[in-house]
């Protein structure tokens, strides 16, 4: 079963403007994590968020965890063409906990 | 700055052949992933590997795939007999440690023909 989704599954905005992706999941986790996928590249880290934090900060992005609703949200403030690209929440499941699993993803589109 | 490297980058082959997708992790890196990405589709989970054993694995990874860390540097996926399904973006992925972030190779497109 899908565990994190992300919503919306597209977004183009003008630079400048901020941009608000989400993301549900639907069991227990320890961290939430966001990734970003250029076309056809390999994934990248952006910033982890653990199950007993509310939000997080990492320079333009924010970060915010609700357990009780299994939701999070990624914000990117002040978006540059350049922040065009793929958005992905992951967790970690698996009897082992060893699977971290992705969400669908958020096509970004920054116009210049 | 350390990264995961994969290779080659593109590989075609034809269906029924078999195929091994090469992989190396940063070197102080314990868990490692393959992932599977049909062309724009989402990232999928193959499988994780730790100890040197598989750890987890998905629906996906069946008896046609198989793992391998050999020489404690290299990470291989193994397809056995491809299919035109199996057409897609594979990637390799590495962490340090339990529930952190994953470091990913830039990925090896497999084109089954």
């Known amino acids: 079963s899908q565990q994190g989704e992300e919503d919306p599954q597209a977004l183009s905005i003008q630079e400048g403007e901020n941009a608000t992706m989400n993301c549900s999941y639907k069991t227990s986790i320890n961290n939430l994590q966001w990734y970003r996928q250029n076309s056809g590249r390999g994934l990248v880290h952006l910033i982890l968020i653990r199950s007993n934090e509310r939000e997080k900060h990492s320079g333009r992005l924010r970060v915010t965890l609700d357990t009780s609703k299994k939701s999070s949200s990624l914000l990117i403030t002040a978006s540059r063409a350049a922040d065009t690209a793929s958005y992905f929440c992951?967790?970690?499941?698996?009897?082992?906990?060893?699977?971290?699993?992705f969400g669908g993803g958020t096509r970004l589109m920054v116009k210049p | 700055e350390p990264e995961v490297t994969q290779t080659p980058s593109h590989q075609v082959t034809q269906m029924g052949q078999e195929v091994i997708l090469r992989c190396v992790p940063i070197?102080?890196?314990?868990?490692f992933y393959w992932y599977r990405q049909i062309l724009g589709q989402k990232v999928e989970f193959l499988v994780s590997f730790y100890n040197n054993e598989i750890s987890e694995k998905s629906e996906i990874f069946d008896d046609q795939f198989s793992v391998e860390r050999p020489d404690g540097s290299n990470f291989t996926l193994k397809i056995r007999s491809t299919k035109l399904e199996d057409s897609a973006m594979y990637f390799c992925a590495g962490g340090g440690f339990q529930n952190t972030e994953a470091f990913f190779g830039q990925g090896t497109r497999l084109t089954v023909v």
């Open positions: 992951a967790s970690y499941q698996g009897n082992a906990g060893n699977m971290l699993t």
């Open positions: 070197s102080n890196h314990l868990y």
